[in-house]
């Protein structure tokens, strides 16, 4: 009789990180878990479990000639939640192959960390922590020369996907103008959420704090350089919360070392970062060493999305929390996938 | 011809401080202003004006000998915001003179500052900064070993006045159970904003972030102590925005020395704090020096509360945005009026 | 040994009415009741248990002299919830009496009926089922063409007391420009509700929904009349749900006649409308015949919050939860008592 | 040179029905317009403009032949939005066409109605209306004994598509606990919306208000009847929004006929209701006759929305307003197309 194969090849991940024993017995009832974790799947291994396998969990390569074998396939669901070159996009769409990534787990996390590092620029959280160690703070009024108010602050938002849509949603209480930059979307998706499309330049030029969860693209990178940190007004945050390479990271430096801006970063060109890297030291930047997603709570979100969207799957009934490869908009990202467990 | 003059002793506060010249030219419009603020006002040069005056804006002292002289007075506007026991307040409510403070001006700067330090406890903000500079940050899943996420965490409000219930309202997208301990309200004032009345102990014991917005009284002086720091469960985080004196204070910084709770306070038993005070080096602990509601935009929003009610009284209404002092609690609060400008 | 008497004098409430079996005991617990509810306390009952009274629930007549043996009192709670000529509120302040009435305990009934009053007329909702029963029902687009969409039109509120804020607050997720004429409110009250203050004018002249809540003063009976209701833009609707005097009654139902506005009315001049009274075949007009105040839950509400504040005033504290008598204010009130039990 | 056809064939819409000048313009800088509007477009017509043609406004037939033929087709944007077995899906898919529809264009419409039709029922508005106009209103409390409050009442909602959803976000101020039934969606979806997934008995036994959005599948046709309705409290609310055949409807008449339940709807198995049809004189029933979505705005949204989408498909980006078309549930789907235009 025909086996139902569930094919675990989750690198970086692993099932004990995703999955809660309850979420682990959920997906055991789907099918027949086969898992790798201490290294990817063996070549020979995923193509003897092909014919039977209905589900993959993971980042497994899968070229035509293997879809063609895997016959019973219903989704592959990629958790590193980065869509890699190594899949038939195309032939997955023909054949009716959902080719998913619970990548919104990380939106809670990172949208509450950026709105945490926002609060620290806005009120000098992290500074005045550190003046008071030094023994050199300053009390009421004079404390707060440099204080920005976040409530009711213009704020903007470039990349407006799952994070930003949820940082948008947990600033409501705070009355902020919101301008948002995303050429991939039509107003009508940014005016619903109560903010207004701009420009890049507009939302640069128009906003106290600005959030950058785009992505790079081949069409991107690099985006924000040195012009345009000039267009914001004197004393503006930047929280870059994606990916260092859309910015020009030394212009970015340089911004916040002349007190231009105010900077908090997430990310870094090359992590981990060298010993000696003068960023250590930077003046005017929060650093964070890529942990805002990595959480516990988010790695089990990522799990708990995998296996609810797998359930219906194997109903035959559509998946509804992770998001879908798009051919077409897969080709342009590139992203590398990073080692963040 | 008889004159209305607005008596203006503000100290600590200044006109300047608190108004704009807009503002400040709707007060003109109100009467003829006589300011004291290089020093309170002489009290011959009170004695003077008083029979004069219509509006004091200021903690001036105004006993009953002086109140049956200032037969015009509509109302005393206390812009410290602690009421002092300096006035005859029985007289004043007998005379239907509104004595009255806009200390709701600090719900904003603090509330807001008190999110972003409870942000800065839950995701480490300070704490990943200062690692980073001191080159031992942790990347991803390994730097989250201490995170406890703000979203959906139970929280609890101690003290339910304009600043817990501003805290609440900014908290909202973050979907917390939240409970509530104040012995002056009501349970439905406390239900009525989505939260559960609760006692100390229960507060304390299922609240992973404590905020701590409570005045000082006579009965309340040091209520949590070691004793309730210890019915905290583990890592839990106490906020404290309001008076040093609600706690024991070496009790709170032995139970973060522990690593048994996590604290961030705004507030410190002297201040300025010592300069060899071991509070400046204690671990577990992130430190703000009394500055989290002395912001230029609070004392903005000090004055603009202080003329929209003075219009309204002048004009025979009830003022709408100060709150009243009331004799019987007054009597009971036990704040020494603080220098925060 | 002293009793603790609570004088319960409610007409034309009774103690059923407002108290569920667990309120009554709150209540029973706070002093001995002495209730009068068949007609109200006779007058010689009343001065007989002065002396020993701690609390008043009712209308009772308290001048002067009465409040002068009344040594132990501490609060009158009007429980019709408008207050009468009948209490010398000068004296009652001298004296730290509280006067309160828990009016806002209609604010929820009223401002939700409005709320379903409103999107009658915007979606013909009543009308669509007459024709349907006269069978002259029209299907699709055809049965819109009166059909003026309440998402995002913009709105007028006029009184913004507790029923004016709590309707503001209930049509948050229509996302509509809201205008507000209030002149006893300073323009910040209006603001922090994400309103615009505006004048009688403009609030008429621009808005497509406008709420009457506004109660009659000596000043403003029959302020809106044939030259407001002209202001109106072609189509607008006008829900009146406080007092049929503070507009031109027959004037409303001329514009409504001439299809130039729409009506809801729950008030009108004379209560019980006459039986031949033309208003019950007003065209352009939806009746509701003062009930959306008085619903059963409302009554509860009431008294809730009478129990509550009476606990809080007999253990020293402020009430909470009801409206204090301003004596200026209440000597401009208008309002006959108004039997809807 | 190539021309780039876009063939509009929308019949039962309009283009005047759905656009704007505004929203037109942007549609024909897109591309040429070819349009058939007072009859669906000849078969020879549409053979021969398919070479040419990038895009579909329209229900037209579209087996794999003709797709075939129409190698620079992009979209097709099914604008009566009802998916109809018309249409090769699997075909489309693996040539990357979208199929698409702006069907979320009614969701403001109708939500906006099904609230106002159950603060009809819970109010008695349109009851009370027709009371007074007969001369047997009743004032006061008396006037609501079947009153039941909308605000905090337990609210039950079958289908949680775009309607139900948009229910759910309106009907936040007023705090019900909401119960969702959808078969089709993952508990999460209902989480994340503060509902808690119910399966179909939980929900009708335990909801005052019960909200009908579930579309007719080949599996659910009438799964609401007798056994179902015997299943609500006494007095509870059925708003029957999206197709009369997910209910038995003489059944639910007959429920309401006994005083058991309150409906309101606005569907009907046969439209138009015949004359002689004995729902027109059903006793606790609200009739509409299926006009809550069919609104001008609404059918400009659907303009809107297919315009938007439109632009980003001809720029090689994904749709961000339409839904797709997917192929399982597609066949699924009963419904046939009703002429609400």
Redesign the interface.
């Known amino acids: 009789m025909a086996r139902d194969i569930i094919l675990v090849d989750p690198l970086p991940r692993t099932l004990d990180?995703m999955m809660t024993p309850d979420m682990r017995a959920r997906l055991e009832a789907l099918g027949e878990l086969v898992v790798a974790e201490d290294r990817p799947m063996p070549d020979d291994q995923v193509d003897e479990l092909l014919p039977e396998t209905v589900l993959i969990i993971g980042q497994t390569t899968m070229p035509r000639t293997r879809l063609e074998r895997a016959r019973r396939l219903k989704a592959i669901i990629n958790v590193e939640t980065n869509f890699l070159p190594n899949i038939d996009y195309?032939f997955c769409?023909?054949r009716?192959i959902w080719v998913i990534t619970p990548a919104a787990a990380f939106a809670?996390?990172v949208a509450?960390?950026a709105?945490?590092?926002a609060?620290?620029l806005?009120?000098g959280?992290?500074a005045?922590?550190?003046?008071?160690?030094a023994?050199t703070?300053?009390?009421?009024?004079e404390?707060?020369v440099d204080?920005v108010?976040?409530?009711r602050a213009p704020v903007g938002i470039i990349g407006f996907g799952d994070l930003g849509r949820h940082l948008r949603?947990?600033?409501?209480?705070?009355?902020n103008t919101v301008r948002v930059f995303d050429p991939?979307?039509?107003?009508?998706?940014i005016a619903r959420a109560?903010a207004t499309p701009a420009t890049l330049d507009e939302v640069l030029a128009r906003s106290q704090f600005t959030f950058v969860f785009a992505n790079v693209t081949s069409e991107n990178e690099g985006f924000i350089g040195a012009r345009e940190f000039a267009l914001m007004p004197k004393g503006a945050a930047v929280l870059l919360m994606s990916r260092a390479a859309v910015v020009n990271f030394p212009d970015m430096l340089t911004a916040a070392a002349f007190g231009h801006i105010r900077v908090a970063t997430d990310v870094f060109p090359d992590?981990?970062?060298a010993?000696d890297d003068p960023v250590?030291?930077a003046p005017g930047v929060?650093?964070?060493?890529?942990?805002?997603g990595?959480?516990?709570?988010a790695?089990y979100q990522l799990g708990?999305?995998t296996v609810?969207?797998a359930?219906?799957i194997l109903r035959?009934?559509?998946p509804?929390?992770c998001r879908r490869a798009?051919?077409?908009?897969a080709a342009r990202l590139r992203s590398k996938p990073v080692?963040?467990?």
Do not use: C, K
């Open positions: 990180l195309q769409v023909e009716g809670e996390p509450e960390a709105l945490g590092m609060l620290d806005s009120r959280i992290t005045a922590d550190r003046a008071f160690r023994g703070e300053t009390y009421g009024l404390g707060n204080t108010p976040f409530t949603e947990l600033i409501r209480p705070f009355r991939w979307l039509p107003d009508e998706i109560d992590e981990p970062v010993p250590r030291h929060l650093l964070s060493a890529h942990r805002t990595a959480t516990r709570d790695f708990a999305m609810a969207d359930e219906l035959g009934l559509p509804q929390l798009d051919p077409t908009t080692n963040i467990s």
